[in-house]
């Protein structure tokens, strides 16, 4: 049974940008602040090359990546038309300005992926 783990405290994440969480095993979850207060859970790679997302630029509902600009829906972590992909996403929530995200998923949710080496993502890295 999953229980919501306390990461941070969303006085922590600044408007428009991220923090990022260390796991046991996989690459490590961005957390994102929109300027509706709003907080939103991604693996930290994009899909299209790994780049780290909480490098990126959040505008609206969105992440930019930083290496190649591809922006990310928050959501969904589905890339943006033209471009196709998506990266995981992560439930989160947010009680009395503590961000909690869901140990299960924190343990058990995308770690077999990696950030590529070089070259494109392969199309059999699906969202989960």
Known sequence: M???????????????????????????VAIFRTTDEEVFALLDRCPHKGGPLSQGLVFGRQVAC????????LTDGLAQAPDVGCT?????AVRAGVVYLDDHELATHAIDM???????????????
């Open 114 to 128: 990696q950030r590529p080496v070089a070259g494109p993502v392969s199309r059999r890295d699906a969202c989960v």
């Open 66 to 73: 930083p290496l190649h600009h591809w922006s990310i829906g």
């Open 88 to 92: 995981p996403r992560f439930s989160v």
């Open 2 to 28: 999953s229980q919501w783990v306390a990461v941070c405290q969303l006085s922590d994440i600044p408007v428009l940008g991220s923090r990022r969480v260390q796991r046991a095993q996989g690459l490590e």
